[in-house]
């Protein structure tokens, strides 16, 4: 089955590149023979593992990992348990429903002629299940990060950034 989803995944690892070609400002590799002003220097690139988005967050096995360190109380205990049991449900129905959805988009591209219209209509049901599985992953950090107070934070971060 993972065989079979290798040019499907392979497609989806390339989409994020082509969209950012086509954004405005995106500008191509410069000249080598270009003389950089200060004005016209790119914006350094983000360094591999920099996620400015993830980083603000805290997964629960940070989180289950240094409970006795932050302090959880036992009513956070017992939240973070149920919403990580209710996740972990979700992200099984989710995971089976993008994996149906893959499996025919995959079909339809093995097809020595392929309809377009099906393609994309089966590629945006993949991309559609793809976000329920990004929202409900951000539900669930931002239910973590919620129920704790900012020292508890403070102190994640802290043992986040110190090296093991």
Not at 108 to 135: N, T
Not at 138 to 149: C, E, F, G, P, Q
Request: hydrophobic fraction near 40%; charge should be positive.
């Amino acid at each position: 089955m993972k065989m079979r989803t290798m040019p499907i995944c392979a497609l989806l690892m390339v989409l994020p590149g082509m969209a950012r070609a086509q954004q405005p400002g995106f500008a191509p590799e410069p000249n080598p023979n270009q003389r950089l002003t200060p004005q016209a220097m790119p914006a350094p690139a983000p360094q591999p593992g920099d996620d400015p988005f993830g980083r603000n967050f805290f997964p629960p096995e940070l989180v289950m990992q240094h409970q006795e360190a932050i302090g959880l109380t036992a009513e956070q205990k017992e939240y973070l348990k149920a919403e990580i049991r209710q996740a972990q449900v979700k992200f099984t129905e989710l995971q089976w429903k993008l994996q149906d959805e893959a499996e025919k988009l995959v079909s339809i591209v093995k097809q020595p002629r392929m309809d377009e219209g099906q393609l994309l209509a089966q590629l945006d049901r993949v991309l559609a299940a793809e976000r329920d599985v990004k929202r409900a992953q951000v539900t669930l950090v931002a239910r973590i990060k919620n129920k704790l107070t900012p020292e508890q934070q403070a102190k994640l971060e802290e043992l986040r950034r110190s090296p093991r």
